[in-house]
C-alpha cells in the first residue's frame, strides 16, 4: 500500500484544500499520474500518485483540508 | 529540485487574444515545459471576462451570471487559485510557464517574487505600491492594481497576474474583485495619463529577469 501524500508547497503552508479528484475510487493509476488538485489561497496544485496500482481509498474529499505531509489517499 | 536558476526563457506576445485560447495554449506550453523545453513568459490582453478561481464563492458576483454576459461579459471557472477577477482590454496579463524546480519548489516565494516584480515595475512609473502580508496581489494604497492566481502541475506553474495599465475600471463594479470589499485602480488612474503598453512589458522583461535570475530572449 502507497500513501497518496500532500507534499510540501513552501514554507509557511501547512495545508491546502481538495479541490477535485482526477480517479475514483477502484481506477487504476500509474506512479506520476495527477491523481488530484489541491488549493491554497493563490495557487491550485496537482498532487502525483506516488506509485502505480489501484485507488483503494479517498481519506480526504473536495472540499476538505488536507494537511502537508498528511495522507490524501491510498493506493493498493 | 535542481540548485541553479534556468538559463533562459522565451517571452511571447499575443496580443488581444480569447481567454480559453490563451489558456489551451498555456497548457500545451506546460506540457513542453514537463517534457524539458525553457520557461515561457507571456503577454497578452483578453476581452472582458470573468474567471472564477478555485475559491470562488457566489457572493463575490455582485450581479447575476446573466446580468453580466447581457453586458457582453464572459464567464469561466479555472483551474487557478483565488476567487474571481476580471480580465479586459487595457490589462496586461502576464502568464509564466515556468519549472519550479529550480525555485525550491516554494510556491510561497515563487508568488512573493512576481509580485515584487510589479511592485518594483510600478515604482519605476512612479508608483508606490505594496504587497499587503495575508492578501495576495499588489496595491497601491487601499485600492488593488495587480491580482494574481497561479496553477501548477508536475511543479510547472501556469496561469499568472494582470496589472491594470490603462484598463476600463467600470467592469469591476460587477464583482468583489478576489472576494474583497476592494477598489481597484490602474496605472492611468494613478498618474493621470494613458501609458504605453510597450513599455510595461519591456520594463516587466528587465525586472523579471533580474528577480528570477533568467534571461528572456
Known amino acids: 500500500m502507497n500513501n497518496i501524500i500532500l507534499p510540501e ?14 480517479v475514483k475510487v477502484g481506477d487504476q493509476i500509474h ?13 491550485t496544485f496537482n498532487v502525483e500518485a506516488p506509485a502505480s496500482g489501484r485507488l483503494q481509498s479517498i481519506t480526504v474529499r473536495p472540499g476538505q483540508d488536507g494537511l502537508v505531509g498528511g495522507v490524501l489517499g491510498i493506493i493498493e | 529540485m535542481y540548485t541553479q536558476a534556468p538559463m ?3 517571452a511571447e506576445d499575443w496580443g488581444m487574444v480569447d481567454y480559453i485560447n490563451a489558456y489551451q495554449r498555456q497548457r500545451r506550453m506546460v506540457d513542453a515545459v514537463i517534457a524539458g523545453e525553457c520557461g515561457r513568459l507571456v503577454f497578452c490582453e483578453h476581452l472582458p471576462v470573468l474567471t472564477l478561481g478555485r475559491l470562488f464563492k457566489e457572493e463575490s458576483l455582485l450581479n447575476s451570471q446573466q446580468v453580466i454576459e447581457q453586458k457582453g461579459v464572459a464567464i469561466h471557472s479555472v483551474d487557478r487559485g483565488g476567487d474571481v477577477t476580471l480580465h479586459a482590454p487595457g490589462q496586461l496579463m502576464v502568464y509564466v510557464i515556468l519549472d ?6 516554494n510556491l510561497k516565494r515563487y508568488l512573493e517574487k512576481l509580485e515584487q516584480v510589479a511592485v518594483d515595475l510600478l515604482k519605476d512609473f512612479g508608483i508606490l505600491a505594496v504587497s499587503v502580508p495575508g492578501k495576495r496581489g499588489v496595491f497601491a494604497g ?10 501548477v502541475r508536475k511543479w510547472v506553474s501556469y496561469h499568472g497576474l494582470g ?3 490603462n ?6 463594479s460587477l464583482i468583489k474583485p478576489c472576494g474583497l470589499d476592494v477598489q481597484m485602480t490602474s496605472m492611468a488612474q494613478l498618474l493621470g495619463r494613458a501609458v504605453r503598453m510597450g513599455e510595461v512589458k519591456r520594463k516587466w522583461m528587465e525586472l523579471f529577469g533580474n528577480i528570477f535570475e533568467v534571461s528572456i530572449v
Do not use: P
Not at chain 1, 506512479?31 to 495557487?43: L, M
Not at chain 2, 519550479?100 to 519548489?105: A, I, K, P, S, V
Open chain 2, 8 to 10: 533562459d526563457m522565451i
Open chain 2, 167 to 172: 484598463t476600463d475600471l467600470s467592469l469591476f
Open chain 2, 100 to 105: 519550479l524546480n529550480f525555485y525550491q519548489r
Open chain 1, 31 to 43: 506512479a506520476g499520474d495527477e491523481v488530484c488538485e489541491v488549493t491554497t489561497d493563490k495557487a
Open chain 2, 142 to 151: 487601499a485600492d488593488k492594481i495587480t491580482s494574481i492566481g497561479i496553477g
Open chain 1, 9 to 22: 508547497l513552501g514554507e509557511g503552508i501547512t495545508k491546502a484544500t481538495v479541490a477535485c479528484w482526477h
Open chain 2, 163 to 165: 496589472i491594470n495599465v
